[in-house]
């Protein structure tokens, strides 16, 4: 798994100013693996042989397209499925490219006080001994994933015959620890893991003491229950579930009462539970900024977990521009947060601002509404009171509630503030018939005011449904520059609702900036209207027989024409209406107080936006 970005790391991103950006970029060059790991969160996704005629050419298209656009991958690594699985020749080649990359950007990644990492590979390490001498060459550094205890390697880590492994990987231990540059394993705990805790502190005795291979830099992982695997694995072998929260923390304790003391200890308290401290891809905040899983047909995942989930494909390499990528992949990541349930318990707890929820992709899968890890991480966290201090309940207030909103999250649906109520106001407000959806329910025309499937905007590749700020806590957010392509469509029915003269109706568009202003008599602060448009039925192009009943209209000009309006870091906001739905709802304040008081505010469907200046 990649890691997130480090504090100094963040700092060397705010240093070195907008020229560069710099990623985790990981690389699969083949999804296939030539073993069955019983427990396998990509289920049926490592069986299937992958074509990988063009995985050189891939990768060499995907690094020159991201360095051209100045972004730089600090941290390219090797995955899979299996990455030693593919023919020896192709292995030396990505390789010898990964190398050479290192040596033309170093100079880049170190001025930005990056490490200069060495070329990187995750391996099972099957086939270590054929390729010991490869990697020698190219200084590889290598993270193999063996179980813990060897017992349960043998029963759990077979080949694609379902025949042990576990000769041929201790062996290949024992030539790992004679390798002469960095290296390490790592273990996935299970249900029945747990079971032989004694079993697994012995074995990782014999392989620091006895096979020579040092522990230090050891790697704990848990695994979880994802789609795929269940469907594959879990339903058929008892064992291979995911550990309770409070089997972790067990699991934990168990290995610092075994090894605190030893020369194993630092490791212990730095290393082995690395993954779960605010250091790593999964308690970063909206990974889809940082982080990139490249496969050799060109597509772009999030992760190596998210990659057997097409929800979390960012699109292709080949089909889409580098920004198309960029901006779909923080698009997708907080799109899929945005649908989460979460628990009101991490909006209270001191150590948020250190886990964010934990990885979106395990939330994703497990339906859970927290981190999978939360019990454990806490226990980490009390055991590094300097590194990783609770938060005040004041600050953690303030923080989740900024970051709530930051990524639109459904738990924005809690009332976030509690008004001082110094006004009357009348009971009848409050009886169910009074309420704005019951008054929508009852009015036709509201309806289709109301009515989230009247306006869409196609952004590039990703499309946005607009819904009404009134009715949804969800807002769709968008990020646009001038070389974003911005589609709006309606179905052509949409100028006939309220109108006897569809001719002479049209759509209404209002761009608001989020700059306050005061006016009305009431005195109000609102945002700053700073242009309306108008687009008549006879300027809008109808769509092919595929989709037949709607129109589209380019707005890529007309939002370009503006761009001086946008000021950096401030949202803008695009409403859209027809004139006859615009005039129904101001009639519709006149006549009804309680509809009024409830939709005081724009009700109109909206996508908020920021506007980056290509540079």
């Known amino acids: 798994m990649a890691l997130a970005y480090t504090a100094l790391e963040e700092l060397a991103l705010l240093n070195n100013g907008p020229e560069y950006k ?119 550094s290598i993270s193999a994933s063996v179980d813990l205890p060897l017992s349960l390697h043998e029963k759990y880590r077979l080949d694609k015959n379902n025949k042990s492994t576990l000769n041929k990987i201790t062996d290949n231990l024992k030539l790992l620890a004679s390798y002469p540059h960095h290296k390490k394993i790592s273990c996935v705990i299970t249900q029945e893991h747990i079971n032989h805790m004694d079993a697994l502190i012995a074995d990782i005795k014999f392989i620091h003491n006895d096979i020579g291979l040092n522990m230090a830099k050891f790697n704990v992982m848990f695994s979880f229950d994802s789609i795929e695997n269940q469907n594959k694995f879990i339903k058929q072998i008892p064992g291979t579930e995911m ?164 990524n639109n999250l459904k738990s924005i649906t809690t009332p976030e503030l509690e008004p001082v109520k110094n006004h009357y106001l009348t009971p009848e407000l409050y009886e169910q018939q009074n309420s704005l959806s019951q008054l929508i329910k009852s009015d036709q025309i509201l309806q289709q005011l109301y009515c989230a499937e009247l306006f869409s905007l196609t952004i ?17 957010m968008a990020l646009l520059t001038e070389n974003s392509s911005i589609i709006l469509t309606v179905p052509a029915t949409i100028f006939a609702i309220n109108s006897k003269d569809p001719v002479n109706n049209y759509i209404q568009l209002m761009m608001l900036r989020n700059t306050l202003v005061r006016y009305g008599d009431e005195g109000r602060e609102k945002q700053e209207h700073i242009v309306d448009y108008c687009v008549y039925q006879q300027s809008f192009k109808a769509l092919s027989s595929s989709t037949k009943g709607n129109l589209q209209f380019d707005l890529s000009s007309f939002v370009k024409l503006h761009q001086s309006l946008f000021i950096n870091g401030v949202r803008n906001n695009l409403y859209f209406t027809t004139k006859t739905l615009r005039e129904y709802h101001y009639q519709k304040q006149k006549k009804n107080a309680f509809y009024h008081i409830q939709a005081i505010n724009l009700p109109f469907p909206f996508l908020e936006f920021y506007w980056q200046k290509v540079e």
Request: hydrophobic letters at 30%.
């Open 243 to 406: 550990l309770t929260q409070n089997q972790q923390v067990e699991f934990y304790h168990a290995l610092k009462k075994a090894f605190m003391g030893t020369e194993l200890e630092q490791g212990l308290m730095t290393h082995w539970f690395k993954e779960f401290t605010p250091e790593f891809c999964c308690s970063a905040i909206n990974c889809g900024d940082k982080f990139f899983l490249l496969q050799s047909n060109g597509d772009i995942y999030s992760c190596p977990r998210g990659q057997s989930s097409k929800s979390f494909r960012y699109g292709n390499i080949f089909k889409q521009s580098i920004n198309e990528l960029m901006n779909s992949g923080w698009q997708t990541i907080e799109a899929i947060e945005n649908k989460l349930d979460s628990n009101d318990e991490c909006f209270q707890c001191l150590y948020l601002p250190y886990c964010h929820q934990g990885c979106v992709f395990v939330r994703e899968q497990t339906k859970l509404t927290k981190s999978y890890t939360c019990l454990l991480q806490k226990a980490i966290y009390a055991d590094h009171p300097d590194k990783y201090p609770p938060y005040t309940e004041t600050i953690i207030q303030d923080y989740a509630l900024k970051y709530k909103y930051r």
């Open 460 to 476: 590039d590749t990703f499309n946005y449904p607009l819904s009404s700020p009134i009715l949804s806590n969800k807002n769709e």
């Open 22 to 140: 710099f990623i985790h970029l990981l690389y699969a060059p083949s999804n296939y693996c030539n073993m069955a790991c019983q427990y396998c969160y990509l289920g049926t996704g490592t069986d299937e042989i992958t074509d990988t005629t063009k995985a050189l050419q891939t990768l060499k298209t995907a690094i020159d397209k991201f360095t051209q656009e100045n972004i730089i991958p600090f941290n390219l690594s090797f995955h899979g499925g299996e990455p030693t699985a593919i023919s020896k020749s192709l292995l030396r080649s990505l390789l010898s490219f990964a190398h050479d990359y290192y040596q033309t950007h170093a100079e880049k990644i170190q001025a930005a006080n990056f490490p200069l990492n060495p070329v990187h590979i995750k391996t099972n390490l099957y086939n270590f001994d054929k390729l010991y001498e490869l990697f020698d060459q190219y200084q590889v």
